[in-house]
């Protein structure tokens, strides 16, 4: 079922309307990267250009985030998240905290 929820970052959808409001919701990754990869991308940034085992961290982890937070609104009986958005961190220079968040809702085709 979360594969077919739709998630947007606008606050309605054309077409549909609202009929329940469940409230936030969110999906929260936290991943770190080993020794070897952290000492490859310093070396990378020392001569530029794109890191790209961060960038597929980053990307994959993101993707995890939106999925949790999928299934944290089908619990609650939604199909829908509104107002989806991300926030990411870094903790301790080692870790890399995602969230995934919006509202989660129930909408119907309008009549």
Same mark, same amino acid.
């Given at each position: +079922?979360?594969?077919?929820?739709?998630? /947007?970052?606008?606050?309605?959808?054309?077409?549909?309307?609202?009929?329940? /409001?469940?409230?936030?919701?969110?999906?929260? $990754?936290?991943r770190?990267?080993? $020794?070897?990869?952290?000492?490859?991308?310093? $070396?990378?940034?020392?001569?530029g250009?794109e890191i790209?085992g961060?960038?597929?961290?980053? #990307?994959? #982890?993101? $993707?995890?985030? /939106? #999925?949790?937070?999928k299934?944290?609104?089908?619990?609650?009986?939604?199909?829908?998240?509104?107002? +989806?958005?991300f926030?990411?961190?870094?903790?301790?220079?080692?870790?890399?905290?995602?969230?995934?968040?919006?509202?989660?809702?129930?909408?119907?085709?309008?009549?």
């Amino acid at each position: +079922m979360n594969e077919d929820m739709l998630v /947007v970052t606008t606050n309605d959808i054309s077409g549909y309307e609202i009929v329940e /409001v469940y409230g936030e919701v969110f999906g929260v $990754l936290v991943r770190s990267r080993n $020794l070897i990869s952290n000492f490859g991308a310093s $070396l990378k940034s020392i001569i530029g250009g794109e890191i790209g085992g961060y960038s597929k961290l980053l #990307s994959d #982890s993101r $993707l995890e985030a /939106v #999925s949790r937070m999928k299934a944290a609104a089908s619990e609650r009986g939604a199909n829908a998240i509104l107002a +989806m958005r991300f926030d990411t961190g870094d903790i301790g220079g080692t870790m890399n905290e995602v969230a995934a968040y919006g509202t989660a809702v129930k909408i119907q085709p309008k009549k």
